[in-house]
Nanobody, 127 residues
Framework: VQLVESGGGLVQPGDSLRLSCAAS????????VGWFRRAPGKEREGISR??????NTLYADSVKGRFTISRVSGTVYLQMNSLKPEDTAVYYC???????????????????????WGQGTQVTVSS
């Protein structure tokens, strides 16, 4: 699936942003979708994931309580509140197909578990 992220930008500390991840020409229903980020000079970090049937979400400690992942009408969103300068990074969404039947697939935040990746969207938090 071809993924398209949007919603990045330049904000001040304490502000909010909502990132979107859509499947070009399709839907992310029944895909497990993860959000990752790469800050300058740092390794890629998995920050959030929604399971394929939406029954489970996962957050890294660095964003827990501030970020919320959701899926509406086949598009996955990452609501980011109380942004900090250390949240500055390129944010990527990733997806992997769910399992056959009504099994909720719950991958971890390891990048190798995801098949498809978007091009990334820049988030800059600065005063």
């Amino acid at each position: 699936v071809q993924l398209v992220e949007s919603g990045g930008g330049l904000v001040q500390p304490g502000d909010s942003l909502r990132l979107s991840c859509a499947a070009s020409g399709g839907t992310l229903d029944n895909y497990a979708v993860g959000w990752f980020r790469r800050a300058p000079g740092k390794e890629r970090e998995g920050i959030s994931r929604i399971s394929s049937l939406g029954g489970n979400t996962l957050y890294a400690d660095s964003v827990k309580g501030r970020f919320t992942i959701s899926r509406v009408s086949g598009t996955v969103y990452l609501q980011m509140n109380s942004l900090k300068p250390e949240d500055t990074a390129v944010y990527y969404c990733s997806a992997t197909p769910g399992l056959p039947g009504r099994v909720d697939f719950e991958p971890t935040l390891q990048s190798y578990e995801y098949d498809d990746w978007g091009q990334g969207t820049q988030v800059t938090v600065s005063s």
